[in-house]
């Protein structure tokens, strides 16, 4: 196939097919130049080229960090904590649930006026959304069978 002069009789000349086969075609010319004129450069850089080894600085590849779960590798259940630690004097967190018995009154509160009143007893959390760590908190000592649930949002303290 000849290359024609004018766009108007090239479209008119060739099918689509042929036209797609034309793009293809050039296309691949396209890539195998730049694959020449990367394999070229990188063998200037592998033979040692002094301009690339002197102004260039050398780059250290750091170790890099798996993100994952669980106990890094080597460690075992009990070599988490000292047992020190306690002797030292630093406080235990105390667990949400003994809060909970602390606030809940036998008459049904929502979950808002709950955790407001967890803040005013000295609970933290560091949780994004506590109002959902304290649903689901509320929702095992439900099956636990220590808080009832009186509503769609309000729970008591057991009687």
């Known amino acids: 196939m000849a290359i024609k002069s004018n766009d108007l009789e090239i479209l008119q000349s060739y099918t689509l097919d042929e036209l797609i086969e034309l793009v293809k075609e050039k296309a691949k010319m396209d890539i195998d130049d730049r694959l020449s004129e990367a394999k070229n450069q990188l063998v200037s850089l592998l033979s040692g ?5 002197e102004s260039s600085p050398k780059v250290e590849s750091a170790p890099v960090k798996k993100k994952g779960r669980g106990r890094p590798k080597g460690s075992t259940k009990n070599s988490a904590k000292p047992k020190s630690a306690a002797k030292e004097g630093k406080s235990k967190r105390i667990p949400l649930g003994q809060y909970l018995e602390q606030v809940l ?8 006026d709950l955790y407001e009143a967890l803040k005013s007893v000295g609970y933290q959390s560091n949780a994004q959304d506590p109002r959902r760590i304290l649903y689901l908190e509320l929702t095992r000592q439900v099956k636990a069978g220590k808080v009832k649930k009186s509503g769609r949002g309000l729970y008591s303290a057991k009687k």
């Open 49 to 53: 080229s002094s301009e690339w080894s």
């Open 105 to 112: 009154t036998p008459e049904p509160q929502k979950v808002d």
